[in-house]
T-cell receptor, first 111, second 115 residues
């Protein structure tokens, strides 16, 4: 079993839809949770950073962390074609330098 | 803020030669930098972690004599691919992390093609 599980998709939605992206993990030591967006042939861009459990909102994006269920989510409201990209979840613990990444979910938002 | 640059963005080299990739944190001091490689439609694979002024820590299966990493200052790390072969062709991405921070900021990546 991988430490971080993420459905690779692809996920195709119409413009304006609410998108839900998820990751599950097995290591209860994880404290930092991040979502990155990566366009083709570009480096990942940090979208959301959450420490421990809870919700965080930034514009059209909402990140949720449920440590009891070892489950994190990213919601995108009013999705746009420009949101079409691969979304990577990543997590780490205080005792480690490195992040553990999910496989990435490819999202396509069509007009 | 939190901008990381890489140079070059794209490089082609002949088999057997070496190529150096630079990673710079432009507006913050990066105590730790990371080097990843990524194959098409796959996730990031961590190659090594480097802390300023000390030797890099390589992930299992990554040849440290082939992928030389130097982190000489708080804003610059370099990856040198020595004696490159076509199988080294890939997308190389660096990231940087500040002291005490959990998040990493990524550079735009370098596409290496070895002919």
């Amino acid at each position: 079993q991988k430490e971080v599980e993420q459905d690779p998709g692809p996920l195709s939605v119409p413009e304006g839809a609410i998108v839900s992206l998820n990751c599950t993990y097995s290591n209860s030591a994880f404290q930092y949770f991040m979502w990155y967006r990566q366009y083709s042939r570009k480096g990942p861009e940090l979208l959301m950073y959450t420490y421990s459990s809870g919700n965080k909102e930034d514009g059209r994006f909402t990140a949720q962390v449920d440590k009891s269920s070892k489950y994190i989510s990213l919601f995108i409201r009013d999705s746009q074609p420009s949101d079409s990209a691969t979304y990577l979840c990543a997590m780490g613990s205080g005792g480690y330098n490195k992040l553990i990444f999910g496989a990435g979910t490819r999202l396509a938002v069509h007009p | 803020g939190a901008v990381v640059s890489q140079h070059p963005s794209w490089v082609i080299c002949k088999s057997g030669t070496s190529v150096k990739i630079e990673c710079r944190s432009l507006d913050f001091q990066a105590t730790t930098m990371f080097w990843y490689r990524q194959f098409p439609k796959q996730s990031l694979m961590l190659m090594a972690t480097s802390n300023e002024g000390s030797k890099a820590t390589y992930e299992q299966g990554v040849e440290k004599d082939k992928f030389l990493i130097n982190h000489a200052s708080l804003t610059l790390s370099t990856l040198t691919v020595t004696s490159a072969h076509p199988e080294d062709s890939s997308f190389y991405i660096c990231s940087a992390r500040t002291s005490g921070g959990g998040e990493q900021y990524f550079g735009p990546g370098t596409r290496l093609t070895v002919t």
